[in-house]
Every structure is written in C-alpha cells, then in structure tokens.
C-alpha cells in the first residue's frame, strides 16, 4: 500500500484532535445534566429558567482542567458541538432592514407626492415581484417623472456626493451604495447587541443582497426581549419639555376645534389647572449633596405621580353626576385625562388620544415645534382596581426640529444600580456632548428635559443645576434585564433604519428536549441496523466496513466540534444519512474485490485491484452528493444549512474511511500470511444472492416509461386539482405548536378556530395525540408586532371551550409573505443549478452528453415522482407538508441517486472499452447486472436508516424520511429504467457507427 505510514499518521492526528475536541461536548453535556438535576422539581418537571440560573452563576468558574490548561465554563461551551434551536429551543430571527425610511433620509425627508407615490406603490409592487424594492422604487420613480430622481436626491443633505448635473444612473449607485452601507451597519450594530445578549453560541448573518439579517438564538427565553432589542432603532435625543401654562391655552384652541368638529361647539371657560408639576428632578451623578427623597437623575415616575393619579381618580369619582355636561364642554383629550398636574392617560384610551391629536385641524392649530410623545411605561395606580396610565407629554423641538442633543455623543453606557437599590443606565458622552449637555443644563434649571428614545418618553426630570463632565444616568422603572439592554443599546449605536421581522419561530425548551431523544434514538437504531446488515452481507469484510463507519461518525462529530459546527435536528438526519451513504463506498470495494477473487486472483490482488477500479467511481459520486450539499447551504437557512454543514463534513469523512482506512485495516490483517489470509467477503445469505444475473432490463423500458408517466400524470392531475400542502415558509403565515393536558380531536379545534379567526386555517396532530400543529394565513400581511400579539389572542380565544385542557404554546413560528416567495425562489434555484452543474460534470467525467442527458432526465423524474406522490397522498387527505426541509430531501434524493446513476455509467463506459464492438444495447444490460448486488445494497442499507428516522425521527422529519424513502426507491428504479435506457435510445446511432467503423478497421496482427 503506498503512503501507508502517511495515512496512518493522518488517522492518528485526526483522531487525537477529534477527542479533544469532543471532549469539551462532554464536559458541557455533564454541567448541564448538573443543571437540570439543579432545576427539576419533586414532581421530575425541569425549571428551564432555574436551569438558565444555575448555568449563569457557573460560567466563568472553572469546569475543566486539563492539568495544565484550565477553561471555564464559558470556554466550554464556545468549544463544544452546539445544539440548534430545535434541539434545545430558542429563536430565530429573519430582520429587513427598511429601504424605505434610507430613501426618506437620502431625500432629505422631502414631501414630493410623486416620491411618496412612487415608495407606496413600490412596496405594492414588491409583493407580487421577484425584484428588490429598491430596483421597483427606480422604476417606478421614473416612469412618473425622468428628472425626478435628480430633483428629490440631490439635496444639501448629499453636498459633495451628487451635484444636480448628476444623471440618474450615478444617482442610483450613489443609493444603491448608501442602502448596502446602512445595512452593513444595521448588521454591526445588531452583532454587538447580540453579542452581549447572554446566550451561547448565537449565530448572526447578513444575506447577501436582501437587507436581511438572519439570526439564531438558541436557549433565548424571552422573545419579546429579543424582539425589543434587535428592532429597536436606540434614536437617543434630549429635548426641552413645554410648560403646562405655555401648552395649556394650545390645548384650549385644540379643545374647540375637536368640539367643532363633532357639531357641539359650546362657549365656557376651562377651569384653571393648577399647572405645578411635581416630578423628577436632574442632577449630575453621583452628587451625594442632594435629598436621598429625589431622585439622582432621570426617573421614570416617582410618588409624586402616583399620588397624582390617587386625586385624580378620586376626584373623578366626586365628579360622576357632572359627567354628561363636562362631555358637552370638553373633548375626550380634557375628559380622558387623568392627570390634572399633566397629561396621562388609561392605556385602553391612547388610541383615541393618538387620532385626536393627529387630527389635520388639530395639527394646525399647534405650532410647529410642540409634538407630543407618549411615556415609555405604564405608570401602576395604587388605588385598587384602578387602571395603569401613561403619561403624554409636550415635547419642544425648537424652530430647527433637532434635538438639544442626540445619541450619537454617547461613548459609553452601563447598567448599574442607585442608592435606592433600582436599576438605571449610566451614559458618559464624549467632549462634544459634555460641552453641549453642560450649556443645556444651565440654561434649563428650574425645566424638564425629556430624555427621548425611539419616539418614547424614557423621563423628563427638572433640572436642579448645571451638569458638566458628560456622565449622566437614566432610570426609568426599569427591570434588570431592560437596564441592561438599553446600555447595550446605547453602547452598541444608533440602526440607520427601522427594521422589521419578516420571519420568527420560537421553539420551547420541552420540544427541543423532546427532538434531541427523538434524533438521537433514530440515529442510534439506524447506525446499530446497519451495523448488523453490512456483517450479515459481507462476514469478515462486514466487520471492516463497521469499523470505517464507527470512525466515519467519530470522525464527523470532532470536525463538527473543531469547527463550532451547530448540531441540528435535520443535521442528526444528515448524520443518520451520512451512515447508509458511506456504506456504498465500502460496498463498491467489496463487490469489485469479490469479482476479482471470483477471476482467480490471489486475495492481494484482489484488494489492489479492487480499490483501484472503484476509486473513481467513488470519487464521482462524493463530488455529484458534493455539488447538491454545496447549493443546500448556499441557498439554505437556518437548520437547511446545518443539514447542509453535516452533510459535507459527512461526505468527506465517509471517502477518507472507506477508500483508506479500510485498505489500511486491510493490509493489517494480511500483514503476516499475505494470500494466505482467511478474508471472507460472503456469508450464507450473500453466497448466492444476485450472483452471475442476467435479467433483460433494456427490455422492460417502455413498460417503465408508462408507469412513470403514469405516476406523474396522476400528481400534476392532483396539484391542479388540490395543489400542494404548502407549509408556512412557502405560502407565508403563523403556525403554532400547542399543547393540551389530554388528547385533542384536531378537526373539531379547526372548526372553532376557523370561525374565531374568520381566515383559513390547519390544525393536525403533533407527534402525540394532545399536541396540535395549528397554522393561519389570518394577518398574514401584517408583519407588525401588534399583529402577532393579536393573532396569539385570536387563537387563545378561540380555544376557550378548551380551556379545561389547559392549551399551553410550545413553539411558534411566523413568515411574511415577502420573504415566502423568496424561500419559494430560493429553493427552485436550488434545484435546478443543482441538475445544470451536475449535467456539465458528468458530461465533463464521461466525454458524452447522452450520459449528461439520461442522468439529468432520470434525477428529474425523480423529483417529479416525489412530489406527484405527495399531491396523491395529499387528495387522499395525508398532508406531507412542502417546506424547506422538504426542499433538503430533494436536493438530498438528486445527491443520493445521481450515485446509482454514475455506478452504472461507470460500468457501461469501462464495458464500451474492453469491448467497443459489443452491441449497446448488450453492454448496458451487462453492466445492470454487473452493478445489481451493489444497487440493491446500498438502497437496503439507505432505506433501513430512513425507515428508522420515520419511525423514530419525530413530527419534524417525518415528512422528510417519507420524501427519501420514496427518492431512494425511485431512484434505485430510475438508474435502472430509466437513466440507462435513456443513454441507449440517444446513443443507438453514434454507437452503431463506431462499432461499424471498428468493424470495417483490420484488426493488428498478434
């Protein structure tokens, strides 16, 4: 064996890198079994909170020492085999940040109506579109006026960069450029808040071309926080606040407007409010001279508030039988107030206040420089049964609408604590802002300074004196966690826009539990089965290729972990794949090495000869699997690249094992008696299986081409009949895992849903018979927040007959209608560069395009089969659902059954040379049978590890298993039927000239 010392050295290498790596895996595994032993109640249900405690008050203690190198838990964890969200819950995040307001800022907020048409009708446009918004916006621009890009974008705003000689293309770079800068931003903005965030092994990814971010969180417990913190814009401003006796005589005008407005005007007098605001007060911090009764700086609402909201609820009471004619004086903006030091208001209540005071009579009546912004926090009422309020409050922008002072001075900010034990954000600004910070402080003592974040009243303390020095402090009423995430906020910088969420699933921690047994179980069974199956075939050879497989799967594990790899559900199934795949190599060798011995050749020669001969043929096959895991994780996402990851670090350990490992288990066995040595490749069962077969294959094409017509006909009958069970991430929508305390009839819970939501929806079994899967296009439009609060809502409710059963949400998932037809693209591009690239490397192996063709054709039809299948099953009423991961099983069937294919071109090709005068037809039909033993083992071993991921793999793979157990069965059938005939019905003609002229040319003297 030539390099023998060098491949045993790899092995050896590899090996010993491999334990150590994985070694870190079981280090975490062991501290959070301590963790859930920590967290698990007398009953045996886990506290998964208490569980993120126990972790946390271990992560920078020591957990593993080596002796001579110690890591801390935190260490660990950053070296370990990650689990994915759905392994152990957690979220997942798909963020567009909004071209839209880029646009608005680039144009100096102008107020253009053709520039505002064009981005409405734009937005309109892309929801239909395959093209970006931005492209749509150019057109659509344009179309309304050629110069009006020129007119809307250059702008003093954009000095130095566009001139108003500028044509329309150098406009659209200059966009372009600025829209990709703002992304990259937004994408190293939100990374630093992430990364700060807390939990393991976050992944975070800008997809190239979209303005998508896409995000991973595994073991985040607290969607709304996350949502909080990676949507918040952190638009930091300092403004003055109005007086009460300067807006007050404002609010009169207001107050006979809106009283106009409804037909009742009336004259009197308002009663005089006693104006004195009683609230916070602003100070430099840490200035220890002041009353520990006030506040240090910036709170959010103290005693003063809550009394005042205590009198005005009293005085409320006192004032019931004047009601009717206070109503007849005042609109709802005076008789909705709560507050007669201020303005506050019940949160049922802000709606209505928000759409008086966006009133266009209204508006005119206010000057330009008062807008009003709402408190960040409802303020709690101590009286009982009374109602939260949120204070308004009259900011002044001043004659230039800027801020006294904006985020961007801010150079430092932390959580800490203050001396009443409360949770504030301490900010300490750069040169600029503390010069600005100090004028504005001393020219406002006595007055309110409103601290402003994203459009939100954080507080507005008076201010007590001058501040200098730039540090300062914001409290808020805040809980740890939100004073921690708004310094992380402020620390990381300002979004150059909005985003929104287009796509977010939340998985519970139980259902991650629940997939890791369910993957784990499936791949231990699949790995034993085949284990027992390769022996029982194979004797002797059979313990071989078990002993390949077994490093094959160690090999896999500890590159994943060397490389940080995410372990997903569908990446156990690659794995779990991996195993029936990397079967074929050894299987290849074996049959090659048994038609040696069978030819009389001494055991030696036999194993030289047969890995040589099947070399390439393994060769082609890893590189076509190759080529369709590649554009899995191109054009994959989330698990799908996971699945993606595992599968390539599968393919490559699978060929090292098998075409080298085992030749050097080999030749260790042969090392003392040479020839002499008792290697059986034949046990009982395999002794006279498929040996020396002649069946006609070429004979039954057309018989094979019916039937496959047949099938397919049959499924485009019933996709134009029904169509496809689209899952959410096709067709866009909200789906919901939920759990009930006992077992659930799953149409009766569609029929009640379909009449709360009056919008289309699904409810199916979930693994086991109290878990429902339910999905809704209800909003599906809609990718607000509110939106998905209120079809949660929509959901509770309509499950009230069956509150009884105590339905708890597991996992949620939702995907805008945008980014649906995206995956929808995304995934036909998948396939179909998949078929072109390996139609031009197998015309590149095999010098014909007739074999490009029949493989082509064949892989097709595979596909096509598939899914006729499940539009079939689908009438029939079981509904597989199309999904992503659906998409990886068909990449995975083109991948798997492309090396069938190429096994028996291989043999045809070696045929038509040892023999170029044999009739076509003839040498196919030999090659089919010289291949058969090998076809048929290899799908067995396949379809055992599948059938187990059916049976074992959970909800989430099963249509994933059926998908490739069906693509394996047809694809075995298709290198068979249909690839190979194809090549014959193309290649009659050429082949009967060649074989013609080889017959015309005398032959050479011996």
Avoid at 89 to 114: C, F, H, Q, R, Y
Avoid at 252 to 279: C, F, H, P, W, Y
Avoid at 691 to 706: G, M
Wanted: proline share 3%; hydrophobic share 45%; with cysteine.
């Amino acid at each position: 064996m030539k390099n023998k010392g060098l491949i045993l050295t790899i092995t050896v290498l590899v090996s010993l890198l491999c334990l150590f790596y994985l070694s870190f895996t079981l280090v975490s595994r062991k501290v959070d079994g301590d963790a859930i032993a920590f967290a698990t109640d007398k009953s045996g249900k886990v506290d998964f909170e208490r569980k993120q405690f126990y972790l946390d008050s271990m992560w920078t203690k020591t957990v593993y020492d080596l002796g001579f190198v110690a890591y801390t838990l935190k260490e660990v964890k950053e070296q370990e085999i990650a689990l994915g969200l759905d392994l152990q819950g957690g979220m997942n995040l798909t963020l567009e940040v909004s071209p839209i307001e880029i646009l608005k800022s680039l144009s100096a907020n102008s107020n253009d109506p053709d520039f505002l048409a064009a981005l409405k009708e734009a937005q309109t446009q892309q929801k239909s579109s395959q093209e970006g918004f931005v492209e749509l916006f150019f057109k659509t621009i344009e179309a309304k006026n050629p110069d009006k890009l020129r007119e809307v974008f250059v702008n003093a705003s954009n000095k130095g960069r566009l001139e108003f000689k500028s044509t329309n293309e150098e406009i659209k770079t200059y966009i372009r450029e600025e829209i990709d800068g703002a992304v990259d931003r937004a994408f190293d903005i939100i990374r630093t808040r992430i990364d700060k965030f807390g939990v393991t092994s976050p992944n975070i990814q800008l997809i190239p071309g979209t303005g998508r971010i896409q995000i991973e969180l595994p073991g985040a417990s607290n969607p709304q926080r996350v949502r909080k913190l990676v949507q918040g814009v952190a638009k930091l401003e300092f403004y003055n606040v109005w007086e009460a006796k300067d807006y007050v005589p404002i609010l009169e005008k207001v107050n006979k407007v809106l009283i106009a407005k409804r037909d009742k005007t009336k004259d009197g007098a308002i009663n005089s409010a006693d104006t004195t605001k009683k609230g916070d007060d602003l100070y430099a911090e840490g200035d220890s001279t002041k009353k520990a009764a006030e506040d240090d700086l910036f709170a959010g609402s103290d005693s003063s508030k809550k009394d005042a909201t205590a009198k005005d609820t009293s005085s409320k009471a006192k004032a019931d039988s004047a009601q009717a004619a206070v109503d007849a004086q005042y609109s709802e903006l005076y008789t909705l107030n709560r507050n007669p030091y201020g303005l506050a208001y019940a949160t049922k209540d802000t709606s209505k206040i928000n759409r008086l005071l966006a009133d266009k009579d209204a508006q005119i009546t206010m000057p330009s420089d008062l807008q009003f912004l709402w408190g960040v926090k409802p303020i709690e009422n101590e009286q009982p049964n009374a109602e939260p309020v949120v204070e308004l409050y009259a900011i002044r922008k001043g004659r230039t609408a800027k801020a006294l002072l904006g985020g961007d001075v801010i150079s430092d900010a932390r959580s800490e604590f203050d001396e009443k034990g409360r949770a504030v954000v301490s900010m300490r600004m750069n040169t600029d802002g503390a010069r600005v910070w100090q004028k504005a402080t001393g020219e406002n003592v006595g007055k309110q300074i409103a601290i402003v974040l994203d459009d939100y009243v954080y507080s507005a303390p008076v201010v007590q004196g001058e501040i200098a020095g730039g540090n300062s402090q914001i409290s808020g009423n805040f809980t740890i966690e939100e004073a921690k995430d708004l310094a992380n906020i402020l620390k990381a910088g300002k979004l150059p826009a909005p985003t929104r969420i287009v796509e977010d699933a939340v998985i519970g921690p139980s259902l991650g539990v629940e997939a890791q047994s369910q993957g784990l179980n499936s791949t231990l069974i699949g790995l034993a089965l085949v284990l027992v199956f390769v022996i029982a075939y194979y004797a002797k050879g059979g313990f071989v290729a078990d002993i390949a497989l077994l490093v094959n799967v160690f090999f896999t594990f500890g590159i994943m972990a060397q490389f940080n790899s995410v372990l997903t559900l569908p990446g156990i199934a690659g794995i779990a794949l991996s195993i029936g795949m990397a079967i074929d190599a050894n299987v290849l060798i074996f049959e090659r090495m048994r038609e040696e011995l069978e030819k009389g050749r001494k055991l030696l020669e036999a194993i030289e000869d047969g890995y040589d001969r099947a070399f390439i043929t393994i060769f082609d096959s890893n590189i076509t699997t190759m080529i369709t895991a590649v554009f899995l994780y191109v054009f994959g996402s989330g698990p799908i690249k996971g699945f993606a990851i595992t599968l390539m670090i599968g393919l490559a350990c699978s060929f090292f094992t098998s075409v080298w490992v085992t030749k050097l288990i080999l030749h260790w066995m042969t090392a003392k008696k040479g020839n002499d040595t008792e290697i059986s490749l034949t046990t009982g069962i395999s002794r006279n299986l498929f040996r020396a077969p002649s069946f006609d294959f070429i004979a039954k094409k057309k018989v094979a081409y019916i039937f496959s017509s047949v099938i397919i006909i049959a499924g485009i009958g019933a996709m134009a009949f029904k169509g496809l069970n689209l899952g959410v991430d096709f067709k866009g929508g909200r789906s919901y895992v939920i759990e009930f305390a006992s077992p659930i009839v799953a149409s009766d819970v569609k029929v009640d849903l379909a009449n709360a939501l009056q919008s289309s929806v699904e409810a199916k079994t979930y693994q086991t018979s109290n878990k429902l899967k339910i999905t809704t296009s209800y909003l599906v439009d809609d990718e607000s927040e509110d939106a998905d609060k209120k079809v949660e809502t929509a959901i509770m409710t309509g499950l009230k007959k069956y509150e009884s059963q105590k339905p708890t949400i597991l996992s949620t998932m939702k995907v805008g209608s945008t980014i649906a037809d995206d995956i929808v693209n995304a995934s036909r591009v998948a396939v179909l560069l998949s078929l072109l690239f390996m139609f031009i490397y197998i015309i590149f192996r095999f010098k014909r395009w007739q074999f490009g063709l029949g493989a082509i054709v064949s892989l097709a039809h595979n596909a096509l089969i598939v899914l006729a299948i499940f539009a079939i099953l689908y009438v029939c009423g079981v509904g597989f659902e199309i999904d992503q991961i659906f998409v990886a099983a068909m990449l995975t069937i083109i991948g798997y059954s492309i090396n069938d294919t190429i096994v028996v071109f291989d043999r045809v090709r070696e045929m038509i040379e040892a023999d170029p005068k044999r009739e076509l037809k003839v040498t196919i039909n030999l090659a089919l049978n010289a291949t058969l033993s090998r076809t048929i083992m290899t799908a067995s071993t396949t379809i055992i590890v599948i059938l187990v991921m059916l049976i074992f793999g959970g909800e989430v793979l099963r249509g994933f298993s059926f998908a490739l157990l069906i693509g394996i069965i047809f694809g075995t059938y298709s290198s068979i039927y249909i690839a190979t005939p194809l090549v014959l019905d193309t290649s009659r003609k050429e082949f009967e000239k060649i074989q013609a002229a080889s017959a015309d040319k005398p032959e050479e003297p011996v």
